[in-house]
């Protein structure tokens, strides 16, 4: 179970780097402030490169990288929205459409995919049960 929680969770991590490097293409690269454009450049080698990680080192690090790479992102979309920008950017809503629905939903899920697997990969004392889902 814990091996295909981590194709999902790399599947949604690489797709949200797809995501931000066709944002780039498309013209962030091109913005004024240099480190905007390279932001989504990193962004999109950053997860294909986690995405790697996930499913070929399966470690808690993994997922800790994982965690932290998404957390940024989404932390980096809502600065974007904010009247302050990230780096001198501002956008409202979900503009560009429909990238940025596309990829705050792809983030979302692969944080909570993450979670899941980080929360069962914690070492537990012994006796302590291991919480089960029942239907």
């Known amino acids: 179970m814990d091996r295909l929680g981590r194709i999902v969770a790399a599947g949604l991590v690489v797709t949200g780097g797809a995501i931000h490097l066709k944002l780039y293409n ?3 690269r091109r913005f ?3 480190n905007l454009g390279r932001s989504f450049l990193l962004n999109a080698i950053g997860a294909l490169t ?3 990680l996930l499913v070929a080192w399966r470690t808690r690090w993994s997922l800790l990288l994982a ?3 998404v957390d940024a992102t989404l932390v980096g979309f809502a600065l974007s929205r904010t009247s302050s920008g990230i780096f001198g950017f501002t956008e409202t ?3 560009p459409s429909p990238e940025a629905a596309l990829a705050l939903v792809v983030e979302i899920g692969a944080a909570v995919v993450l979670t899941g697997l980080l929360a069962r990969a914690l ?3 012994a006796g ?3 919480p089960t889902i029942s239907s």
């Open 32 to 34: 004024p402030n240099a």
């Open 128 to 130: 302590q049960a291991v």
């Open 123 to 125: 070492p537990r004392r």
């Open 50 to 52: 986690v995405g790697l």
């Open 67 to 69: 965690i932290g790479l």
């Open 93 to 95: 809503g979900f503009s």
């Open 26 to 28: 498309d013209g962030y």
